[in-house]
């Protein structure tokens, strides 16, 4: 999540919307008075080299140097442990809800723009069904796995009830008059990602666009022949507002 008052936007950020590559490429254009949350160690430790870091989420500032120290030291469990996994959220954390954004702070909010990332629902799920064949393990790697493996992970996924944690629509709904909605589509990320830095006048952006937790293999899986038609129902159904909004096609 960002928040940025100096270029008067706020990025809410979605789950497997490429939203930590698109958080990665911001944040170094951010001021000093601007909030930006704790990502996954490792692509802090990415966001570090490019001149991002977290800041402003916590009301102790010692605990968010010792978090960036902890990142550049490449203690990444410590890390996480105080930062983006965990078990007491910070004043302002990853995946936080616009509403909860707005409970903490009195905006202008015909003065700042509301930028989300979404993407294909089926796309989404299986995103995250292959991130947590590797998370585990994640140190900045590509993270590629069988086809096989992938659609076994779906399966799991919907016999939790894990799937709709994709489900972002409800993160960013708000009755509040903003400037804009800006919408990054993931399948466009970066002629999306170009129109938003120039709308905020921010010049072409970086020389070469983050892309964190890749799973290249994902991109190519057809739907089809990795859901079972009772879970593409499901999606469906869950899904039918985003399907709706976003105009992604049904199958």
Same mark, same amino acid.
């Given at each position: 999540?960002?928040?940025?008052?100096?270029?008067?936007?706020?990025?809410?950020?979605?789950?497997?919307?490429?939203?930590?590559?698109?958080?990665?490429?911001?944040?170094?254009?951010?001021?000093?008075?601007?909030?930006?949350?704790?990502?996954?160690?490792?692509?802090?430790?990415?966001?570090?080299?490019?001149?991002?870091?977290?800041?402003?989420?916590?009301?102790?500032?010692?605990? #968010?140097?010792?978090?960036?120290? $902890?990142?550049?030291?490449?203690?990444?469990?410590?890390? /996480?442990?105080?930062?983006? *996994?965990? %078990?007491?959220?910070?004043?302002?954390?990853?995946?936080?809800?616009?509403?909860?954004?707005?409970?903490?702070?009195?905006?202008?909010?015909?003065?700042?723009?509301?930028?989300?990332?979404?993407?294909?629902?089926?796309?989404?799920?299986?995103?995250?069904?292959?991130?947590?064949?590797?998370?585990?393990?994640?140190?900045?790697?590509?993270?590629?796995?069988?086809?096989?493996?992938?659609?076994?992970?779906?399966?799991?996924?919907?016999?939790?009830?894990?799937?709709?944690?994709?489900?972002?629509?409800?993160?960013?709904?708000?009755?509040?008059?903003?400037?804009?909605?800006?919408?990054?589509?993931? #399948?466009?990320?970066?002629?999306? $990602?170009?129109?938003?830095?120039?709308?905020?006048?921010? /010049?072409?952006?970086?020389? *070469?666009? %983050?892309?964190?937790?890749?799973?290249?293999?994902?991109?190519?899986?057809?739907?089809?022949?990795?859901?079972?038609?009772?879970?593409?129902?499901?999606?469906?159904?869950?899904?039918?507002?985003?399907?709706?909004?976003?105009?992604?096609?049904?199958?």
């Amino acid at each position: 999540m960002l928040l940025s008052h100096e270029h008067k936007f706020i990025y809410v950020k979605g789950r497997k919307v490429a939203s930590t590559s698109i958080e990665i490429s911001l944040s170094p254009f951010c001021g000093p008075s601007d909030i930006v949350t704790p990502i996954t160690p490792a692509d802090e430790l990415h966001r570090l080299s490019i001149g991002g870091k977290s800041q402003n989420f916590s009301h102790d500032t010692q605990l #968010e140097a010792r978090y960036l120290q $902890l990142v550049r030291d490449r203690k990444f469990k410590e890390a /996480g442990n105080i930062g983006v *996994h965990s %078990p007491h959220p910070s004043r302002f954390y990853n995946h936080m809800p616009l509403a909860d954004i707005e409970a903490r702070l009195t905006l202008p909010y015909n003065e700042y723009s509301v930028v989300i990332s979404e993407r294909n629902p089926y796309a989404k799920i299986i995103s995250l069904a292959n991130m947590r064949l590797s998370f585990s393990d994640y140190r900045g790697e590509a993270m590629e796995n069988a086809v096989d493996d992938i659609r076994r992970s779906i399966g799991d996924l919907f016999h939790n009830d894990r799937f709709r944690i994709v489900r972002n629509i409800s993160l960013y709904q708000t009755k509040n008059p903003y400037k804009d909605l800006v919408v990054i589509r993931q #399948e466009n990320l970066a002629s999306d $990602l170009a129109q938003l830095f120039s709308q905020l006048g921010l /010049g072409k952006g970086l020389d *070469h666009w %983050p892309h964190a937790k890749k799973g290249p293999a994902n991109q190519r899986l057809d739907p089809a022949i990795m859901f079972t038609r009772e879970q593409l129902d499901l999606v469906n159904l869950e899904f039918a507002d985003e399907f709706e909004t976003f105009g992604y096609e049904r199958i």
